[in-house]
């Protein structure tokens, strides 16, 4: 296929029909947005991940909900009232938004508009509803994980485990991890949060492999 056909094709400028990738070769920002029921060490993936993984930033997202001990406004959060988060919506703020457990939480559009201008990854911490809105607008620039349980009684032990919730609080929150379960057709990648260790080294080789897809690198003809 002639190089300019290609080129009308993927939309990607600098792509081209060499296969030998040169050194310097450009690469495209991608947008990764992990999901995962409550309990699932979601979190502690993340931030190991982020820790581990160069060239990767971290969306802070906004939410209505009261920080917990040790959170940061700004770093693990931007903690608003209900009227400044409405405000923000209404001043098209968000790329995505979404009410989870009775708060509001909502992905700024800047800093990824901004990531990938600058052709650099952006992981989004956030829940099915908000990731499905990603999924519509971003389309192949965005890449979906779902980090899932051993299994819905491993979950229900873990979530005992921490004591942060009561029974009820529980109970709820496995009825909703069914329901997000019912999204995980919609993913990309499952990675099955058994081990710490193995889900963090499975988390990364996505990264790496995403990073390496053609559609991704500007590859440079080579005489
Ligand atoms: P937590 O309050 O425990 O930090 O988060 C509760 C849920 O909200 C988690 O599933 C988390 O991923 C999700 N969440 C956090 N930030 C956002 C966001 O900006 N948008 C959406 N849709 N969900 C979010």
Do not use: W
Request: glycine content about 8%; charged content about 30%.
């Amino acid at each position: 296929m002639p190089i300019a056909k290609i080129k009308k094709k993927t939309g990607i400028p600098n792509v081209d029909s060499s296969l030998r990738v040169s050194s310097g070769t450009r690469r495209f920002g991608t947008v990764f947005v992990v999901s995962a029921p409550s309990g699932c060490g979601k979190t502690t993936l993340c931030k190991r991940l982020l820790k581990n993984m160069p060239g990767l930033c971290r969306s802070v997202s906004f939410t209505t909900r009261a920080p917990r001990r040790g959170e940061r406004n700004g770093i693990d959060y931007h903690f608003v009232s209900t009227k400044e988060f409405k405000t923000l919506i209404k001043k098209g703020k968000f790329i995505e938004h979404a009410r989870v457990f009775g708060n509001f939480y909502g992905t700024p559009s800047g800093p990824i508009k901004k990531t990938l201008k600058n052709n650099k990854d952006i992981l989004l911490s956030i829940d099915v509803k908000g990731a499905m809105q990603i999924k519509k607008l971003l389309g192949p620039r965005s890449v979906f994980i779902f980090i899932s349980p051993p299994s819905l009684s491993a979950l229900n032990k873990r979530l005992m485990k921490r004591q942060a919730d009561s029974k009820g609080e529980i109970n709820k929150r496995l009825e909703i991890a069914k329901e997000e379960f019912s999204y995980l057709h919609k993913y990309d990648y499952a990675i099955v949060n058994r081990e710490l260790k193995d889900a963090l080294s499975q988390l990364g080789a996505v990264l790496i492999a995403e990073r390496l897809k053609i559609r991704n690198v500007g590859v440079r003809h080579q005489e």
